[in-house]
């Protein structure tokens, strides 16, 4: 098993918080994580996934009121929304008999409807984090290459070939669309839902034209938006906003939208190893992504996170707000010999960025000029990590 970054901060969020949320797509490693967690201290695990777990909450309170010095680990939280209410007082309780913290590790795969279930019910007594597919500092640098190819979900990377690989995130692909999804409520038909994820895929890391996919799908906008709404919502994809703020220019509003691991993008597409990648259009587009999550990931919490574009064409791959308000500008490279172009320093003329990069493929951090340096995605991730 390769360590988790996130491991440091889940105990230090139960440290200082009654309950705390894991929020990740499935199979991305949260109950192995949530596990571990319960191997530092007296702890009960239930999968909500599990009738006979269920069933144990028949009477929530006298359940928790007999664990009541562990830390009680809900799994697939989402299932069982109605619990939510019966928490607060638990937590409340506990908080009187002497455990202000450490009380609750909730897993969840759908974002929206648990912060939105948990934000009513638990404000104030909750903290959130998230756990995405392993990223370029998890792995070892020459196993980047790998890990963009097929992506971060643990029993994808860690397969023992490209093509024991390409079939578990098929199997996975096929698993969400036609038993996971329809879970959560929804009553789109798979193939459907997979023609649009694989549209996606096709226009990774571009701006969102709505229109074109739904002509492509023969649909209207919203039926569009409520299928991305619900893509976003399982981690899945990921809507990067545009820069919004006033600097003197007419901006592009609509957001850039991919699929948030590369693997999963590439089996989509039938990419199947690195050779065929590297001869495929999207390639530079998956390679972008890839390389987004990874910085987003790396930032410390409270930065945000947009693309700069104008109406005339100048860009800038990535803008990070750090929390104290400084900006990194980030451009990304497939090249192993990048170079600055005119629009990034028009770009940066208008943002004013603290620090300006150049991600490319490589190790070695050189200047391309008195102001950007070219630099590794490792080694750009290590800079973000620095900043906390």
């Known amino acids: 098993m390769l360590p988790r970054r996130l491991s440091a901060h889940i105990n230090h969020s139960l440290g200082h918080s009654p309950a705390v949320v894991l929020l990740g797509p499935r199979q991305v490693g949260k109950t192995t994580l949530a596990l571990e967690v319960a191997e530092t201290r007296a702890s009960v695990y239930l999968d909500l996934e599990d009738e006979a777990d269920r069933v144990k909450l028949s009477d929530p309170v006298r359940y928790f009121a007999d664990h009541e010095h562990e830390l009680v680990i809900l799994d697939e939280v989402q299932r069982v929304p109605e619990l939510f209410q019966r928490l607060r007082g638990v937590i409340d309780r506990r908080r009187r008999h002497g455990e202000p913290n450490g009380q609750f590790l909730l897993l969840g795969s759908a974002a929206m409807d648990l912060l939105r279930q948990s934000g009513e019910s638990l404000a104030g007594r909750i903290s959130y984090l998230e756990l995405g597919p392993f990223d370029a500092l998890e792995v070892a640098p020459d196993a980047l290459e790998t890990l963009w190819v097929r992506g971060g979900f643990p029993r994808s990377f860690l397969a023992d070939s490209d093509d024991l690989s390409m079939k578990w995130r098929r199997d996975f692909i096929r698993t969400y669309l036609e038993r996971d999804i329809p879970q959560f409520g929804s009553r789109i038909p798979a193939e459907t839902l997979r023609r649009f994820w694989t549209m996606l895929a096709h226009n990774q890391s571009q701006m969102l034209n709505a229109a074109n996919l739904a002509r492509g799908l023969g649909v209207d906008g919203k039926t569009v938006a409520s299928y991305l709404d619900l893509l976003v919502d399982l981690l899945l994809v990921r809507r990067l906003p545009s820069w919004h703020r006033n600097v003197g220019k007419r901006l592009v509003k609509s957001p850039k939208v ?57 860009e800038v791959d990535l803008v990070l707000t750090l929390p104290d308000g400084t900006l990194w500008a980030v451009e990304i490279k497939r090249s192993s010999a990048p170079r600055v172009e005119r629009g990034f320093h028009i770009a940066c ?24 340096d070219a630099i590794g995605l490792s080694d750009l991730g290590r800079a973000l990590q620095a900043t906390k």
């Open 258 to 314: 991919y699929v948030r691991d590369s693997g999963i993008a590439h089996a989509l597409l039938g990419i199947r190893d690195k050779e065929a990648l590297l001869g495929h259009p999207v390639a530079g587009q998956t390679w972008e992504s890839f390389v987004t999550e990874t910085l987003i990931a790396a930032a410390p919490d409270g930065t945000e996170a947009h693309y700069y574009r104008t109406a005339t064409g100048v």
């Open 349 to 372: 003329e208008d943002l004013k960025p603290t620090k300006r990069f150049v991600v490319y493929p490589g190790n070695e951090r050189f200047p391309l000029n008195a102001e950007t």
